[in-house]
């Protein structure tokens, strides 16, 4: 097992670069260049290319390549070796003895391999070395207790092993250290306070590390030149060290996901030079320290502890303040009205307190506010009218509060806003109108209020999700709705709002959700539906609404809950709306008559039905009476009842000989190579079929899958058919040809149409005309992992054995890393989850669906998305709160995959309505056996540690925080060192015919 690290922190890498300099620069001072000096150095290193032959990047290290001063990772001065950076090439063995026979070797940089074993112990013969680093490998055992050998060390980092024990006392004899790195090991002992005996030290990581419960040590404070402190997920007890106030150098303080308690030293406030400090996630208690002299700090999280009292007034002091989070305490008293003055602050999270008052009137008027959550307090006033007068905020949050007031018209110019969150209040009046349709505004959510007014006819293209419930309105529901393709959630309950239902409704794409019960609709139901695939909920009760139920509604697959009661809806329930998977179905006080379906005729549908008089039922069924038996005479047709079905018979005859005519005219114009638009083929890869081959294949009988706007296709090519492919048909009617979907469609073409890698499906070629639009990809036999880890086939669910999850997991990793450090701009998927992990024939793991993907601006740097996309579950906090993305969402996401295939649960499933990754937090902070909630069904004693480390992996890639969670690159190599024995006996799927596959969600 291993464990991970992704970035340093600006300081410790500036440190670091400006220790390998002043190396180099001490160096210029030694040995001349001497011919025997060179031709010794040249065989030293031979020596070590030869214990590493399997390495192919030391191929240059070849007398005929020139001087050995040239050769790869060699730097030289005055022609003798000072360096040696052999970084990030795959080396597997173990270090060669010849290192320190190279007289004048300062540096020494052999991180980010697969060096297996323990500490080489020939390195502590280097006693001219002054940086070592060794980070990022597969070392085990010790650290050597005589490591002060190494007493000229500057710099130390054994980051990202799997060295256990205790830190040894000689450590700290290593009085030269300028940086000290043992982060992400797998130390299980102590740490000794006479660290603090080290007074150069500049930069001390010792974060994410299973110690002993331990205090941090007094000591600590005497490292009067430290800069960089992480001791984050240390296991520290305790509270904070008063003597930390004598860490006047200190730039960053990082404490967090710990049990320190107690209250926070008032001395750190009074370090001038602190600029990050982050307490988050510990059980500190009392007030914060109201004295602020810290005038350098740009970043307070001191969030999710058992802090009281109040707000310092001198937080208005940090002017350099840039993020204040405070959020998950127990603050009371008022907003200090200083914070608003500060010039700098963008960031404000105080939710989950009691604070009260109001909030200050000139927020937003002197910072660039950008987000403001102030949620779950005890809130009273208005809000302020200057917000967005710097035209940059995104998020307002302020729900569950006791505010009041209208909604200030300044609101409605504010172009940046994103998120508008004012529920469960005591607002009133009306929106202004323009704000409804701001176009970067994908949430708004203000039920439970006052408010008043008719909704615009058209609202934003941008909106996801509008929540106005338990509120006022009135008028019609807008005739326009359709225009906002992204609404995924509409619930607007107990208003008044009146006439028909719109037809347009019913062309959302992505709609999940609709609640419009507790109103005044009337007219009928839409007859037609059009593109409402993705629906899950249905709520119209108790409106007026007439005529009959539907049957169209019974093709939408996804529906789980109807309720259409309390209506004046008339005639027979539709036989076909049985076939849905309904968990919920109420058509109560209504007018219907006739039977009711033979699929609603059990005790599970025994409250449906009520108050319906002209219902009755063939079998038994509660409160629903039976139908009378039919007599003999009953079978008898009456005259005008034959004439009628002869009439109708007729009618029937006529429209189908019409519709066979117009088959067969478009069978000749099909056969002559004619259509209703001209067929574009854009081909990506090497192909052997043609635009004909692929259409023709687009029957039903080759239909395996449906999704919210097409369909997809497993259709045979090539000349005996014997090969397939999988199409997906974006859309086939012009009326939803929108703006998102288009988007959605170039962003899959351009992404998988220029990258090649084995883990990613393959795009062989794009088919379009004026009304469709095909993508043809490779086929995966195999369907999704999604499918493999959590849906039953003849109620039993086909098992993957250990070593091909872990097959897989790797797999997508490698698809991932390659996107996010390999593709010049990095791409982010966004939409990383199991139903998207597809597995060929042998379970090789390709990533798909793209259609969400997003190319970064700049690498590392978040983007601003205009709403949220992607299933619950997977979404990462950051991205679901502020809707900036970045490379992070796809490790927050991979990571719930992983905790999938450890432990065999869905990514909701967490229990008491938390998702896995939550629950799988909680689970591993309480310190309970991981083995306990391994997949039972797989976990063979073989198996067991390398899924503890995956577990465990998993946990740490959905962190809350971002800048806690590794990159890519180091979860695959994190992935790669913990490579299971090959299956024993274990229970892979026996067959890839075994599971019908679903490939793709068609966007």
């Not at 690290?5 to 500036?14: I, K, N, P, V």
């Not at 005055?78 to 970084?87: E, F, K, N, P």
């Not at 810290?294 to 969030?303: C, G, H, Q, V, Y």
């Not at 998977?581 to 033979?598: E, K, R």
């Amino acid at each position: 097992m291993s464990q991970i690290s992704c970035f340093h922190s600006a300081t410790a890498t500036a440190t670091s670069r400006f220790l390998f300099l002043c190396v180099l620069i001490s160096s210029l001072a030694l040995h001349g260049n001497s011919q025997p000096l060179l031709r010794e150095e040249e065989s030293i290193l031979l020596r070590i290319k030869r214990d590493w032959s399997s390495i192919p990047a030391l191929d240059s290290w070849n007398t005929s390549t020139g001087p050995h001063c040239n050769w790869t990772g060699i730097t030289c001065i005055d022609d003798s070796v000072v360096a040696i950076s052999l970084v990030n090439l795959n080396i597997k063995t173990e270090v060669p003895s010849g290192f320190c026979q190279l007289r004048n070797l300062t540096n020494l940089d052999l991180s980010y391999n697969f060096i297996p074993g323990t500490f080489p112990i020939s390195l502590l013969n280097c006693t001219n070395l002054q940086y070592l680093n060794l980070s990022q490998n597969c070392f085990v055992g010790h650290i050597p207790s005589d490591i002060d050998r190494l007493f000229g060390l500057r710099h130390l980092n054994v980051s990202g092993n799997n060295f256990t024990g205790d830190i040894p006392l000689a450590i700290t004899r290593l009085s030269n250290l300028v940086e000290l790195h043992l982060y992400q090991n797998l130390f299980d002992g102590t740490f000794p306070a006479e660290i603090g005996d080290l007074s150069d030290l500049q930069v001390l990581r010792l974060d994410d590390t299973p110690f002993l419960p331990a205090r941090i040590p007094s000591e600590f404070g005497r490292l009067k030149n430290l800069q960089y402190l992480s001791m984050m997920r240390s296991n520290l007890i305790g509270e904070i060290p008063d003597t930390f106030s004598n860490l006047t150098f200190l730039v960053k303080l990082e404490l967090s996901d710990n049990q320190l308690s107690g209250k926070i030293p008032e001395g750190l406030f009074q370090l001038k030079n602190l600029e990050i400090l982050s307490l988050q996630f510990n059980s500190l208690s009392g007030e914060i320290p109201k004295s602020i002299a810290a005038f350098s700090l740009t970043e307070i999280d001191i969030s999710g502890n058992q802090l009281t009292g109040l707000i310092p007034e001198d937080f208005g002091k940090l002017n350099h303040l840039q993020v204040l989070w405070l959020y998950r305490n127990r603050l009371s008293g008022e907003i200090p009205l200083s914070l608003a003055r500060l010039p700098r602050l963008y960031d404000i999270s105080l939710f989950n307190n009691s604070l009260t008052g109001i909030l200050p009137a000139d927020l937003g008027a002197y910072s660039p506010l950008e987000y403001l959550d102030v949620s779950t307090n005890r809130l009273s006033g208005t809000l302020p009218e200057n917000l967005c007068v710097k035209n940059v905020l995104q998020g307002l949050v302020v729900f569950s509060n006791n505010m009041k007031g209208t909604v200030p018209a300044s609101l409605a110019r504010c172009e940046s806003l994103e998120s508008l969150l004012l529920y469960e209040n005591q607002f009133s009046g009306q929106i202004p109108a323009r704000l409804w349709s701001l176009k970067q505004l994908g949430r708004i959510m203000i039920s439970d209020n006052l408010f008043t007014g008719d909704l615009p006819n058209r609202l934003g293209t941008a909106l996801g999700r509008l929540e106005i419930g338990n509120n006022q309105f009135s008028g019609e529901l807008p005739s326009q709705i359709s225009a906002s393709v992204n609404l995924t959630v509409i619930e607007a309950s107990n208003n008044y709002f009146s006439g028909e239902i719109p037809a347009s409704l019913t062309a959302l794409p992505l709609l999940e959700s609709l609640n419009l019960d507790g109103n005044q609709l009337s007219g009928g139901l839409p007859s037609r539906i059009i593109s409402w695939e993705s629906l899950t909920l249905l709520n119209l009760h108790n409106n007026r609404l007439s005529g009959q139920i539907p049957a169209s509604i019974a093709s939408l697959r996804d529906l789980n809950s109807i309720d259409l009661s309390d209506n004046q809806l008339s005639g027979q329930i539709p036989a076909e709306l049985a076939r849905l998977p309904l968990s919920y179905l109420n058509l109560s006080s209504n007018l219907l008559s006739g039977t009711i379906p033979a699929g609603f005729q059990n005790l599970a549908y025994d409250e449906s039905f009520l108050n319906n008089s002209g219902l009755c039922a063939d079998r038994t069924l509660l409160n629903v009476r039976r139908c009378f038996s039919r007599s003999r005479d009953s079978s008898k047709i009456s005259p005008p009842l034959l004439i009628l079905i002869i009439v109708l018979a007729g009618l029937i005859s006529i429209v189908a000989v019409g519709f066979a005519l117009c088959l067969w005219m478009d069978h000749r114009k099909r056969k002559h190579g004619q259509d209703l638009g001209p067929w574009k083929m854009t081909s990506f890869r090497r192909v052997d079929f043609n635009v004909s081959s692929i259409r023709e294949g687009l029957t039903e009988n080759n239909l395996i899958g449906q999704g919210a706007t097409g369909k997809v296709y497993r259709i045979a090519i090539g000349r005996h058919r014997t090969e397939n492919v999988a199409v997906k048909k974006i859309w086939n009617d012009r009326h939803v040809q929108d703006e998102k979907l288009e988007k959605e469609f170039l962003a899959e073409i351009e992404i998988l149409g220029r990258i090649r890698h084995a883990n990613i499906v393959k795009l062989l070629c794009c088919i379009s005309s004026n009304n469709s639009k095909l993508l043809v990809y490779e086929y995966m036999g195999n369907g999704s992992l999604y499918r493999w880890l959590h849906e039953k086939r003849n109620g039993e669910r086909a098992v993957l054995d250990w070593p091909t999850r872990y097959g897989i997991a790797v797999g997508a990793a490698q698809g991932l890393c390659y996107m996010h450090h390999s593709c010049s701009p990095p791409i982010i998927h966004r939409d990383v989850k199991s139903s998207n992990i597809l597995l060929d024939s042998e379970f090789k793991a390709r990533l798909a669906d793209f259609g969400l993907a997003r190319m970064l601006a700049k690498p590392g740097l978040p983007d601003t998305v205009s709403t949220v996309a992607g299933s619950f579950g997977y979404i990462a906090p950051e991205y679901a709160h502020t809707t900036r993305v970045s490379e992070k969402c796809d490790v927050y996401s991979f990571g719930v995959v992983l905790l999938e295939l450890a432990t065999g649960r869905g990514p909701r499933d967490g229990g008491e309505d938390t998702s896995l990754a939550e629950w799988a937090w909680w689970y591993f902070q309480e310190e309970n056996l991981i083995e306990d909630v391994l997949d039972k069904e797989i976990a063979e004693p073989d198996y067991r540690d390398t899924m503890r480390t995956v577990f465990k992996l998993g946990v740490i890639c959905t962190s809350t925080l971002p800048s806690a969670r590794p990159c890519m690159k180091d979860v695959l190599q994190i992935l790669l060192r913990c490579e299971p024995p090959p299956a024993s006996g274990g229970k892979k799927a026996s067959s890839a015919n075994d599971v019908v596959p679903l490939l793709y969600s068609p966007v």
